[in-house]
């Protein structure tokens, strides 16, 4: 705010500028301020007159300009706050954890497009980011491989097609840890001993019938051989496939059965209309309807008997692949053989001989073998072992049941079991978490590893193949990212597994040194 009025700056500025001897000191005391005050207003009345001459910017242009670049500051301030940021590094583990989760070159291109408009990097671009992360993956698992061995004990395998060639891949069932997949030339056994070999603390097997699998595990057993005294192996025929093939014969079996019983409906049909159009009983057509309807019913009965009762034979034969039998006792190798023998005398026609195979191949009930053996170490004592597999089977099956009918039944059903267990040791809640842990852990299928193929095959389709380089990154990722749901909710494979990593962020990972680790954990190093 001015304390003197403008006549008054032009007063000083004209004594200054114009006046005679004295006539600042006059001029001065006049308006009532100082000499010095007087001298400066003569200079900014002549920096003022002079700019108005000098052809510059009119003041009013200069404060529309400085309201307009206020209002824009404005602006650009308010569009900050709603600004990602997206650094390079960020673009990259964006680009990253894309390419691990199965979405292509392409579609990670147009949607970093949508988010950074003209500062999207390229496709070609992300294609060499992807690559190059997709290669220190590659360094990355060697070493985290190394750190696995000692720790798995079972491993799931099973191999997939990408562009005609094998990927041998091996999975962790406990953990869900996927320790193989590996590209090979061809699928024979030498190849699988090769790819087992490094993996020398395996106790379990889990595989399909497939010649070269089979062989390659009977290779990689005869290699340990001759390294030493070799911890014992066992070899279990995969269930998922006994399974899944049992279900396809039935599906036609049914299939056949109920295309004989669509005859025999279409011939009593036709015999039906000639009885309403009153044809006589005696007549040649009359009879011969009539003969070909009670053939062809014949004939479906028999159809859908011979069905039901495969249908009955499989279920048995199911049946035997179960831990804990009917009546509540362990299932063991014995009483299983003996119903699947049973079960195997209505599996007859070639439709069934590759059930068969499978049924009768000793490697299907390995697993029974493994469980009366742990379970027995588990707890001694036979009478309360006993009873704690039957407390286990009746909580299993009110845990299925849960509020449906019969569960109330259920819940009785297991108090008494408890009961019975309490009566017969007062360590029985001890007993049953080890006899539980036991029978919870069985492992009869290789079902994970089918679980992480269809994933892979999916993400094949969208890739148009799938390099090495690109499978160690999605194996990569797919150990450290935490699961987003089921019982595994919040825990990666890795830390399933108890692998110890100063972080289990796959980003972080594949910015770290797996060598620093190793020092920084005390983990020792391990032979390759």
Not at 50 to 61: E, L, S, V
Request: hydrophobic share 45%.
């Amino acid at each position: 705010m001015l304390k003197l009025p403008l006549f008054t700056w032009i007063g000083n500025a004209a004594a200054v500028l114009c006046g005679q001897r004295g006539a600042i000191s006059r001029q001065a005391r006049l308006a009532g301020c100082s000499r010095q005050i007087a001298y400066r207003h003569a200079h900014q009345v002549l920096h003022a007159v002079a700019d108005t001459h000098d052809g510059g910017p009119a003041r009013a242009d200069l404060l529309h300009e400085n309201q307009r670049l206020r209002a824009e500051n404005r602006q650009l301030w308010q569009a900050l706050e709603d600004t990602i940021d997206f650094p390079k590094a960020k673009q990259q583990q964006f680009v990253v954890a894309a390419a691990a989760g199965g979405v292509s070159d392409r579609l990670i291109a147009a949607l970093l497009a949508l988010l950074l408009g003209a500062r999207a990097p390229r496709r070609a671009t992300v294609g060499r980011w992807v690559l190059t992360w997709a290669r220190q993956a590659g360094r990355l698992l060697h070493r985290l491989d190394e750190l696995c061995r000692p720790l798995v004990a079972t491993l799931c395998l099973d191999e997939i097609f990408c562009r005609r060639r094998p990927v041998l891949v091996g999975v962790e069932p406990h953990s869900l840890v996927c320790v193989l997949a590996r590209r090979a030339a061809d699928r024979t056994g030498a190849t699988w001993a090769a790819a087992l070999q490094p993996w020398g603390a395996l106790r379990q097997v889990i595989a399909d019938a497939g010649t070269g699998l089979r062989k390659g595990v009977g290779l990689y057993q005869q290699g340990r051989a001759a390294a030493g005294p070799p911890p014992p192996l066992a070899e279990c025929l995969d269930l998922f496939h006994t399974c899944q093939e049992a279900q396809r014969v039935l599906r036609h079996v049914w299939q056949a059965a109920e295309g004989v019983w669509q005859q025999w409906d279409a011939k009593q049909h036709r015999f039906d209309r000639l009885r309403r159009r009153g044809v006589h009983c005696q007549s040649p057509p009359y009879r011969a309807a009539a003969r070909q309807a009670e053939k062809a019913h014949s004939k479906a009965k028999k159809a859908l008997a011979a069905a039901e009762r495969q249908e009955r034979a499989w279920q048995r034969a199911r049946a035997a692949f179960e831990v804990v039998r009917a009546d509540g006792t362990l299932n063991d190798r014995a009483a299983a053989a003996a119903d699947l023998a049973a079960a195997l005398a209505a599996l007859s026609g070639p439709r069934w001989s590759k059930v068969r195979n499978f049924l009768q191949d000793s490697r299907s009930l390995t697993f029974l073998d493994l469980v009366q053996a742990e379970v027995s170490a588990a707890e001694p004592r036979a009478e309360l072992r006993a009873a704690l597999v039957r407390c286990w089977q009746v909580r299993q099956r009110r845990r299925q049941a849960g509020a449906g009918v019969g569960a109330a039944a259920l819940a009785v059903a297991v108090t008494l079991q408890q009961r019975r267990c309490q009566q017969l040791a007062a360590d029985w809640s001890a007993a049953y978490a080890r006899v539980a842990a036991v029978l919870r852990r069985t492992v009869r299928a290789s079902s994970v590893v089918e679980c992480l193929n269809s994933m892979w095959r999916m993400h094949q389709a969208r890739h148009r193949g799938m390099s090495q380089a690109l499978l160690d990154l999605k194996r990569l990722y797919w150990n450290s990212h935490p699961f987003s749901e089921g019982k595994r909710k919040g825990q990666c494979p890795y830390r399933l597994l108890g692998l110890q990593l100063p972080t289990y962020d796959p980003w972080e990972l594949l910015q770290g040194d797996p060598e620093e680790w190793t020092e920084r954990l005390s983990i020792p190093k391990l032979a390759a």
